[in-house]
């Protein structure tokens, strides 16, 4: 269905789609897709007894999930399909990851957890998502600004939503982004201080998971304060979700765990 | 029954004719009464700058020479030689395509649904139900061409054009601040274009401030001098510059600080004036979206281009509608069928009852109602039959025959007078065996 809503989205890149009908096609497909997600997510809750937030296959799944459900809502909110074009790539690449690695829990760390840790990976995960979005608003802003900028009034004039509706939307995304992911990593600091060694923190662990709210706290605290805005926050947004994503990439490769941290 | 669509329009005939054809609002119930008043139906008359056109539902031979009378003597010559006709089926898939603005002079024009709707309600009371049915569905298939394609999409003309291009930057233009400098006939346009999308304007006038002041408060806005329009380039989202300087008026050593200022916030400049208003250095600027004439110009191309492409979309809406259409006018052409022969034995029987009753003063009221009831079955059951297999011609195609087929052989389309006088010689009927019950 993601598949499915992907290709709705590329037709009003052609002139001969129907609009209405592309526009409900895609909402249609990417609702149907998340919620097949959703299921598969469920099922896996109850086959392994556990929420799909621990192991590199289900954690990654979780936040494609979150990807997408944040992406229905950019879609649902600017009327775009061109909004999933830049979402579903950030959703595909996850899940054919999670694929491969393959779902099994086996290996992944299954100590006691309780409700803690539900919420640290859950506000976790939801700030990178929130991440991702902003990369997504800044990227199709990139877009919309050069085909404004250089007069190219093709299809991405046409079909992109428009400078300041992306520009507002990379706003929230990191405005409410970082505090989510600060709670996350807060209460899992505040939960390692409590336990004792109960926490089990890699340097790989520790070292992105701040790298990330470094990038992501500045991007927001700038964009808060009305440092940077428009094609500079977009630049920063882009890039900085850029290096996060490659650097995590480039660890798990060195490193070779079978969790998501 | 049949609909005929009579008319001229931007491809059979050049303005002058045109023009000289084109029938005032206040004019068209008066014409439609005295069309109608030959004969028909209905009678619809879209009159607008590019087509005049007469629909009509069952148009008479004197229907239609009442309009090429008309049109001849407005035209001082035959309108025969500039005009089409197309009927029924063909009819109708011209009006839904004229309401998508498919058979416009600007492709997918919008203008035109707002004008075919007109249309309806000046001719409301001659229209009749064919036509306003027909009517609402080309406008729904109007609506629905632009709403599930992009054929209505993109900028048509400069003043759209610029609107287009400030919408794809800030969105809903709804609330923003502009700055018009030129207080010029197109000048007042772009703000009236810019008041239109609730956008406050400020006009900038160098010489006739007065004349400034005067539009600028017509349209919800207030006039400035050239000197205090500076700073405003730091406040506002907008700039349309329409002067008739001979040379560049805004500079970047003008407005180049002011803009910094913006601290990144974007600024949309449409220069529409030649020669330029606005030196190209300006849209160097760091989030300055600059444009000139032939920029807005790009836009329409562009877009009228792209309609081009979607026309076998909108033509595929067109095609759906006319069928649905078409069945229900199918469908109504046996409903008026089966109505008219029911009245007809209606009045037969009721005549002949009456006869009889005329000849019987003896019969009591029970009899009489005996009579009334024995007739009234017997007419129901010989018309059963025929009204069951007319009804189901409705749906195989060949309703227009039958229905023909039927009018002819019940002599539907004979005046009513002198059913009962004819029965008493018609040896067909049952008035003399009644006689001696």
Redesign the interface.
Known sequence: MYGGTAAAAVV?LF???????VRRATLFLAVGGAAAHFAGLVAFAATYDMLPLEGLAPTLTSLAFMVALLGVGALLLTGEPSMMLVTLPMVAVPLVIALVAGLDVGAAVTSERGAWFVLHAGASLLGLALLGVAFVAAALYLG?HRA??Q?H??VV??FF?????LDRLNFHALVVGFPVLTVGIALAAAFADRSRGGFDVTAFHLGWGLFAWLVLGGAAVGRAL?W??????AYVSVSGFLVIATLFVVLRAVIGSARFL | MSITVVGINHRTAPVELRERLAWTDAEVPSVVGDVLREGGGGAVLLSTCNRVEFYLADATGASLRAIWDRASQRLGAPAEAHAYVKQDREAVRHLFRVAAGLDSLVLGESQIQGQVRRALELSRPHSGTVLDRLFQVALRAGGRVRSETTLGTGAASVPSASVDLARKIFGNLNGRRALVLGSGEIAELAMQCLAAEGVTSAMVAHRHLDHAAEVARRLGGRAVTFEDAWPLFGEVDIVVCSTAAPHAVVTRDKVGDVIERRAGRPLCILDIAVPRDVEPKVGGLEAVFLYDIDDLQGVVEASLSTRGQVVPGAEQIVAEEVGAYWEWYRGRRMVDAIRALRDRMERVRASEVEEIMRRMPHLDPTDRERIERLTRALMNKFLHGPTEKLRHAAGNGRETEIAEAARYLFALDAPPEGEAGHSDGDPGTTSDEQGGL
């Open positions: 009003p002139p001969f789609g129907r609009r209405l009908t919309q404004l900028k007069r009034f093709g004039f046409r939503p428009p400078l300041e509706q009305g940077i805005r428009g094609r500079l926050a």
